[in-house]
């Protein structure tokens, strides 16, 4: 049994389970079928590769190794404020913009210094938002965190 494999397996069950609980605990009920289905499925898989991992069963790839948690870090980290912080006091098309913004920001390899670049990531941010409320919004009517802005 590697911890390579097994420790971020058991942490994305880890959250999976919390999701999945704290969409079935929610009220009113018919505004959380939409996370409660997809938490659900996201348990179910991750248990599966939890009891691969756990077994030596999972042999694809090399497990995460230091580098690779540096490069993944910040965007960890930028997913932390947006769902225990920004979702909050924003709400969730506002805090949605600023944490793909963010992310572009920092993963993008283009200068920061070029005015192009940040259009370009200003436009993106914008188009996923709007994307977002259409799905979320218009289609599925799932309510969503609202905040000091909607």
């Known amino acids: 049994m590697q911890l390579q494999r097994v420790l971020p397996t ?38 599966w590769s939890l009891g691969r991992a756990l077994l030596g069963l999972s042999q ?10 540096k490069a993944i870090g910040p965007g960890l980290l930028i997913v932390l404020v947006y769902i225990f912080l920004l979702l909050r006091t924003l709400g969730f098309y506002s805090a949605s913009a600023v944490a793909v913004l963010t992310v572009l920001t920092v ?5 920061h210094l070029q005015v192009m670049t940040w259009v ?6 914008a188009a996923f938002t709007a994307a977002m409320y259409l799905i979320f919004g218009i289609a599925l009517k799932v309510f969503t965190p609202n905040g000091l802005i909607i």
């Open 60 to 69: 694809s790839g090399d497990g995460l190794s230091a580098e690779m948690m």
């Open 120 to 125: 370009k990531r200003l436009i993106i941010s």
């Open 10 to 47: 058991a942490i994305v069950t880890f959250v999976g389970v919390w999701v999945c609980w704290l969409s079935y605990t929610q009220e009113p009920a018919a505004a959380y079928l939409f996370p409660r289905i997809i938490s659900t499925v996201f348990v179910v898989l991750s248990l």
């Open 107 to 111: 993963y993008d390899g283009a200068s």
